[in-house]
């Protein structure tokens, strides 16, 4: 007899559910009853990133109340379980194991951490559970996760995006001598995995490259280094604090002559509070709309006027970013009918688009990865980001 690639691939599920205990897919609908879905978060309620994960948590949970508020959807009310990974691993590990075995979550939304997540996306999959916007490396959780059906991101790879920005920045800026610091791990090899396909096909190659630690907070050294090789372009791979205290050295240094250029992590309206004036004039690549508080955009608004009414505080974009996932994700359960299992959740995901105030464009999910990764050009200033170039 011969199997084609589905039917072994569904075969091959049904035997490692019976020889692990776990349920094939689609046999019972976890997390949801008559009346009820039942979705997990796990997100650092004790660790580094503690502060700002309320932004993320009372987000999603905005999104659910609204549709609860409206009626649910297909008579079920949406209810959010949120447990604490700490930034840590085997704290996620245990958390997710509490949400699938005592909480029989029907999925992870908005779950926080690319090590994290690392760490818990194969055992939610393998266990049935859809896991929908994990905050990190995309392409890595997917590699992980096998490309399993179940999993579907929205966090715009690292490596692609850093490579068009590359592109646009030999295009326009006309820079020679390309500087690059990074973190170690496999963050930093994506950025520059972005920076060398870019150079690359351009018949060019970094001029020099410094790296650093998770946590460090003084880039002295690597900023000298990279004025010692005279570059004109320095990409900085670092989140909010480390970006600041780059385009802080450089300031320091009054080297005037060097553009710097830092990955989507590091272009929020955090590093504008933190960075003051020693962030003006840095350029950052955008992968997503940022809004004011004097936002002219309809749907900002009414976003924000909500989330300012039920938490008294102004949403960042973060906030901004786990509300549109959540209401995509929202979108799809109901695409996927009054019998919602794993299984109809994922074939509906395929044709259910998205695009609100967050966003360049429509998107919708190519390999169950959210597609255009579009990314803007920004420059900070008089203390906004402002866009230089059109989505790419």
Known sequence: MNFNRRQILATSGAALALATGLRPLGAHAAGVSATEIVVGMHSDLSGPAAAGMPALINATQLAFDQVNEAGGIHGRQLRLIVEDNGSQPQLAVRAVQKLIRQDDVFALLNPFGSGTNAATIGMAVEEGRVVFAPWGASGVFHQIAGNNPLLF???????????????????????????????????????????????????????????????????????????????????????????????????????????????????????????????????????????????????????????????????????????????????????????????????????????????????SFEANHAMPELIRIEQVQDGRWVSLSDPI
Request: proline share 2%; hydrophobic share 40%.
């Open 153 to 363: 991101t929205t966090v715009q790879n690292y490596n692609t995006t850093t490579q068009r920005a590359m592109e646009w920045a030999l295009e326009n800026w006309g820079v020679e001598r390309i500087g690059v610091i990074y973190q170690e791990g496999p963050f930093g090899d994506l950025i520059r995995a972005g920076i060398n396909g870019a150079l690359s096909e351009a018949g060019m190659s970094v001029t020099e490259e410094a790296a650093y630690r998770p946590g460090d907070i003084d880039f002295s050294s690597q900023v000298a280094r990279l004025r010692a090789a005279n570059c004109d372009l320095i990409v900085a791979g670092t989140i909010t604090r480390e970006t600041v205290a780059v385009a802080s050295e450089v300031k320091k240094l009054n080297w005037d002559s060097v553009k710097v250029l830092t990955a989507i992590p590091g272009r929020s309206s955090v590093v504008l509070r933190l960075g003051a004036e020693d962030v003006e004039g840095l350029y950052g690549i955008g992968g997503w709309q940022l809004h004011g508080e004097d936002t002219g955009d309809e749907g900002a608004r009414a976003f924000i006027d909500a989330y300012q009414a039920a938490h008294g505080a102004f949403p960042d974009e973060n906030a901004a970013n786990a509300y549109s996932y959540a209401n995509w994700f929202l979108k799809i359960v109901e695409a996927a009918g009054e019998d919602l299992t794993a299984d109809s959740f994922a074939a509906a995901a395929q044709g259910v688009t998205h695009d609100d105030f967050t966003t360049y464009g429509e998107f």
